[in-house]
């Protein structure tokens, strides 16, 4: 269905989408679009025009994606650490706050942890169970001097999701904020931001989302629009209608730009942004909105099915949650050995032409195997086949 989108597909196994997304073609042409038109006419590539019509595109086409409506998408820099950092930094957790965080999740969240706890933000870690996690352990964490819940949706290393609906209720009804990293989400599951209740949603556009680095959104609840300040706005953050007369306006001074952007938009990067990026994101987020998120999901978690079967009937130990409602793209197993025989078989497969990776973190570990929608069962299949191959 999708080959004339990936043609990259035909020539490898590709079940790395955790690491790094493919791009389709779309999102190829629409960055080369831009390089050519900077080659041919500089000055309208780089104006304020070009920039602003680069970010409405991807925060029209990002909006279904994230469920939220595309005037609270903010685009904060080149990647989720720049989204997760705006939104800690806005909730602004001081001496005497504590913020929850879970022991298996991306190092992004200890080393803002660390950041807040040399404030004296006391950090409380939820310690996984065998790779899982229950509502409760949050709950016994967090109390009425609880400022922010910092959690993934979709646990990087073995794909548990997480039930973020039921963890923002229970942060909320202590007041604390809810800091969602969904990019291990985001393209491949629904988001639902805005149904969920989630104050903040980061996202990368490199994985899932399967466009070029150097995005880092942001989707911003109606509530932190209303009680949360920007932590550092730029000179883009100022309320200008048309940059272009901006620029020649000679009654311009730096002692009366005090007028800030209103609604989300204060918290977008106050710097120039690249906008062959936000153009090859626009262009990935449109295939996934022609796919449609409902659909997506329904691919990604029956090749999921199909995965777990497979490792299965090898005997091999799978190490993701079995329940349907933990589930996402993601899939860690283990073949025979230790922690070096999964690694080299991780780099093994890979010569073969089967790309999965060999992750880890608070003692879960294993090959990580990740399907997306552009994936047929024939990568399952080919996996199987070269698992084999290894014991031979």
């Known amino acids: 269905m999708f080959e004339a989108e990936f043609p990259q597909l035909r020539s490898m196994t590709y079940l790395d989408w955790a690491a790094v997304g493919v791009p389709p073609l779309r999102s190829i042409g629409a960055v080369r679009a831009y390089l050519d038109m900077l080659e041919r006419d500089p000055a309208s ?46 909730v602004s957790p001081s001496k005497g706050d504590n913020v929850v965080i879970a022991d298996m999740d991306f190092p992004l969240f200890y080393v803002e942890a660390k950041r807040l706890s040399s404030r004296g933000v006391e950090v409380r870690v939820a310690q996984n169970a065998d790779g899982d996690y229950e509502i409760d352990q949050f709950y016994e964490l967090i109390d009425r001097r609880t400022r922010a819940v910092m959690v993934s949706s979709v646990m990087w290393v073995n794909g548990l999701r997480l039930d973020v609906a039921e963890l923002a209720k229970v942060a909320h009804e202590a007041g604390a904020y809810v800091i969602v990293d969904a990019i291990q989400q985001a393209g491949a599951l629904r988001v639902e931001a805005d149904r969920l209740g989630l104050d903040f949603v980061a996202v990368g556009s490199q994985k899932w989302l399967m466009a070029p680095y150097g995005v880092g959104a942001l989707c911003v609840s109606r509530r932190a629009v209303e009680e949360l300040s920007p932590p550092r706005p730029g000179y883009l953050s100022l309320a200008v209608k048309d940059w272009d007369a901006f620029w020649a306006d000679p009654s311009k001074t730096p002692a009366g730009w005090t007028q800030v952007e209103e609604g989300a938009l204060k918290f977008e990067y106050g710097g120039t942004f690249p906008p062959l990026s936000l153009r090859g994101l626009a262009a990935s987020a449109s295939l996934i909105n022609e796919v449609g998120v409902e659909r997506a999901e329904e691919v990604v978690l029956r090749l999921r099915k199909a995965l777990v079967e497979e490792l299965e009937d090898l005997h091999l130990e799978v190490l993701s949650p079995p329940e349907a409602r933990k589930a996402s793209g993601i899939v860690l197993f283990r073949v025979p050995g230790g922690l070096r025989e999964n690694y080299m078989a991780a780099v093994r497969l890979r010569s073969r032409g089967v790309m999965v990776s060999a992750r880890g973190a608070a003692g879960v570990w294993g090959i990580r195997a990740s399907v997306h929608f552009p994936n047929r069962e024939e990568d399952v299949e080919a996996l199987g086949e070269a698992l084999r191959g290894l014991r031979a």
């Open 45 to 90: 590539a780089a104006s304020g025009a070009a920039q602003a019509a680069a970010k409405q595109e991807a925060r029209a086409a990002l909006a279904p994606v994230l469920g939220c409506s595309p005037d609270r998408i903010v685009f904060t820099g080149t990647s989720t650490t720049s989204a997760v950092q705006v939104a800690v930094d806005a």
